[in-house]
């Protein structure tokens, strides 16, 4: 069984380019939740993927989008980046939506210059 | 939305010693986790803990939920707990179901000398 898994592990970007992350959930797993982590700081929820469908969403611009995939690896797309957007981003993988257990990946640490 | 303090904000330990983390929330919950976050960024799941007591080695954890408070114990710590530790909560939304979105507390970090 593997665990959850995010590519690249480092990224440097310039503002005002787009950006694609992405994350591979744990065997089994049908949601996908990313979150944003700026330095000094707890995560901050982005949204939820739940079998392929956008289930929830924190206080973030439109900018920021996603996908789920049937295999329900994820991708998290930001537009237009700022310099703001610099942070540690986190995807987390549950066997269900709620009521359960996440599970982190090591991370796409993103720094825009 | 749901409130989430964790205390205290930084402590230093000497390798050995015993310690006490707290995490404060603000409503009801369905869920409570504990990670450690380790150098490079990945967050280690410590424990699942909605209610109740847990142990695992070193480390064990208790959950008032009716009181809205968790407390994680770390006894004869060791330099690799060092690091910082987050309590997560999923918040429990209207009817009491809940869709995994997790708050986190700011964190205590956690340094240990030997």
């Known amino acids: 069984e593997t665990g959850v898994t995010q590519s690249p592990t480092h990224l440097i970007k310039t503002r005002g380019q787009q950006v694609t992350l992405r994350c591979s959930s744990q065997?089994?797993?049908?949601?996908v939740s990313w979150y944003q982590q700026a330095l000094g700081q707890g995560p901050q929820f982005i949204f939820q993927y739940y079998r392929e469908e956008e289930n929830g969403r924190g206080n973030f611009p439109p900018r920021f989008s996603g996908l789920q995939f049937p295999n329900y690896s994820s991708e998290l797309n930001v537009n237009a980046l700022e310099l703001d957007d610099s942070a540690l981003y986190l995807c987390?993988?549950?066997?269900?939506?709620?009521?359960?257990?996440?599970?982190f990946g090591q991370g796409t640490r993103l720094t825009v210059v | 939305g749901i409130q989430v303090e964790q205390s205290p904000p930084d402590l230093i330990l000497q390798e050995g010693a015993n310690s006490t983390l707290r995490c404060n929330f603000s409503d009801s919950v369905n869920n409570l986790q504990w990670f450690h976050q380790n150098p490079w960024g990945q967050l280690i799941n410590l424990f699942y803990?909605?209610?109740g007591t847990k142990q695992n080695g070193r480390l064990s954890a208790t959950t008032v939920a009716t009181e809205r408070y968790s407390l994680l114990y770390i006894s004869s710590s060791q330099t690799t707990d060092s690091g910082v530790y987050f309590c997560a909560v999923e918040p429990q939304e209207d009817g009491g179901t809940s869709y995994g979105k997790l708050t986190f507390g700011q964190g205590t970090i956690l340094t240990v000398h030997p």
């Open positions: 987390a993988s549950s066997l269900v939506r709620g009521n359960t257990e996440a599970f």
């Open positions: 065997s089994g797993h049908n949601t």
């Open positions: 803990i909605p209610s």
